[in-house]
């Protein structure tokens, strides 16, 4: 059984850091390209942070380049995003994603909540 879990999540003041992390079981972890996307109310899911199989590669939205940084530890099954200098506008829920190199097929988390605010 396939699950993703984030954790990590909560209310930040602006400026200040989180870590997300995403727990991965029921399939081969190393296989699989591990990414991050958001929603914000109202807004279309994007994507946040991409790392490939081996974290030799990342990338990152235009928005968070430089405030975020994705990473992945194989031998733990987990992927983390580094959040600092965080602004309102990243205030959304966090999902996790999981996507097979060949056949790129997709699994989703259920989210964690990010609030930025004052």
């Known amino acids: 059984q396939v699950q993703l879990v984030e954790s990590g999540g909560g209310l930040v003041q602006p400026g200040g850091s989180l870590r997300l992390s995403c727990a991965a079981s029921?399939?081969?972890?190393?296989?699989?390209?591990m990414s991050w996307y958001r929603q914000a109310p109202g807004k279309e899911r994007g994507l946040v942070a991409a790392?490939?199989?081996?974290?030799?590669?990342?990338n990152y939205a235009n928005s968070v380049n430089g405030r975020f940084t994705i990473s992945r530890d194989n031998a733990k099954n987990m992927v983390y995003l580094q959040m600092n200098s965080l602004k309102p506008e990243d205030t959304a829920v966090y999902y996790c994603?999981?996507?097979?190199?060949?056949?790129?097929?997709?699994?989703w988390g259920q989210g964690t909540q990010v609030t930025v605010s004052s």
């Open positions: 994603k999981a996507t097979a190199v060949r056949s790129l097929k997709d699994y």
């Open positions: 029921g399939f081969t972890f190393s296989r699989y390209v």
């Open positions: 790392i490939a199989t081996t974290g030799g590669s990342t």
